[in-house]
């Protein structure tokens, strides 16, 4: 089957490289230079089935009705004039209970468990390299009261088969050396030892570059300006190079999904949030030391710093030197 794959995301590459595989004939299309230009060209990189907790927690309307007037919470929210904004929200509202938080975040995580397996397999098959590290992720807190918190929350996902560990602030320590000086501010806490980090953007151009290899087209630089509708499937789809027919059409617009998917008539329940990425080159040194490969991204959550990405440094390198490379990824 013709298959044409509507955007050169990590989704839309690993999209291609699953289809090629079953023997379809593929074409991508991305409208940025190269692919891996969008989201996935600068997250926090965890794959983390241990965080698989949903947003629309039962706290998540009261943390959000304060971001309107503080500005350090964790989600923000801004009120805009786009009604789709809106019609979303309510969605998201709807799915705030304690049952179907439950429910959101045990699907959440089978879905995470089955993708961090089929990435394995196509990192072991493919022999890929994106600064992987497997070392766990810790999450760890200041509070007796958060941790106990934290722990009664992880206890979902571990008796949905989520490998945890409770940790003191001696361990902690042990982990990352570099937080020796912060040991009393820290209650303890949990190492989910199965979760990872990489580097999504090398992944997913090492991937483009092998499905390329095999025959299948990536054409960049190509923006899509429409779909077209026949009677009862996709007629065509419009680009600033020309127009694309196919068999089968899958989209992976990433953020811009919900917007082309109107001009079909299907409405997405998609809205984009803007999150924050920096990605420094660093070394050992007073910071970090165990969390930091030679470019790590930090992920920003409105105005708290959380170490999202990690990887062991070189061992003879120096102080993390300034941030040569801020990007704000557009909302
Ligand atoms: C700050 C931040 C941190 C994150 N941290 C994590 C994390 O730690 N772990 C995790 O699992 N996820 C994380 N995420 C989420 C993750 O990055 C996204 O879920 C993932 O990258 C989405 O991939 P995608 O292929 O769907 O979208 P994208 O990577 O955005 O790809 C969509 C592609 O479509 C192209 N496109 C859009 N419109 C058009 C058009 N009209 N014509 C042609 N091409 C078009 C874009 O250029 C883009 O390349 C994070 C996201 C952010 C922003």
Redesign the pocket.
């Known amino acids: 089957m013709r298959v044409l794959i509507?955007?050169?995301?990590?989704?839309?590459i690993t999209t291609a490289y699953q289809l090629q595989k079953d023997g379809h004939t593929v074409t991508v299309?991305?409208?940025?230079p190269q692919?891996?230009?969008?989201?996935?060209?600068?997250?926090?990189?965890?794959?983390?089935p241990g965080h698989s907790f949903v947003w629309s927690s039962p706290a998540a309307p009261k943390i959000l009705l304060k971001s309107l007037f503080l500005k350090d919470q964790a989600l923000r929210f801004k009120l805009s004039a786009d009604p789709h904004l809106y019609s979303w929200s309510l969605r998201f509202l709807m799915q705030c209970t304690a049952a179907k938080a439950r429910r959101n975040t045990l699907l959440k995580h089978r879905l995470a468990v089955h993708s961090q397996s089929v990435l394995q397999t196509v990192v072991r098959e493919e022999a890929i390299q994106y600064d992987r590290t497997s070392a766990g992720i810790l999450y760890f807190h200041r509070s007796r009261e958060a941790l106990d918190k934290g722990v009664a929350n992880m206890r979902l996902l571990e008796a949905d088969g989520q490998e945890i560990r409770i940790v003191d602030a001696q361990e902690i320590v042990h982990h990352e050396p570099a937080l020796a000086a912060s040991r009393g501010s820290i209650a303890g806490g949990i190492l989910c030892p199965t979760d990872e980090t990489g580097d999504?953007a090398k992944f997913t151009r090492a991937l483009a570059a092998i499905v390329e290899t095999r025959g299948s087209k990536i054409l960049t630089g190509?923006?899509?300006?429409g779909i077209e509708r026949g009677n009862e499937a996709i007629a065509r789809v419009v680009?600033d190079k020309g127009e694309f027919v196919a068999d089968t059409y899958v989209l992976?617009?990433?953020?811009?999904s919900p917007i082309?998917a109107r001009k079909i008539g299907l409405g997405l329940p998609i809205y984009p949030v803007k999150?924050?990425?920096l990605t420094i080159p660093s070394s050992t040194g007073p910071w970090l030391q165990n969390s930091l490969s030679s470019t790590s991204t930090i992920?920003l959550p409105s105005r708290r710093w959380a170490i999202?990405s990690a990887s062991p440094p070189p061992r003879n390198s120096q102080a993390m030197t300034a941030a040569t490379s801020l990007r704000i990824?557009p909302s």
Not at 222 to 225: A, L, N, Q, S
């Open positions: 509507l955007g050169g995301g990590v989704v839309g299309l991305e409208q940025a692919v891996a230009e969008g989201a996935s060209w600068a997250n926090a990189g965890m794959i983390a999504a190509t923006r899509i300006v680009t992976c617009l990433g953020a811009e082309l999150g924050y990425s992920s999202a990824l």
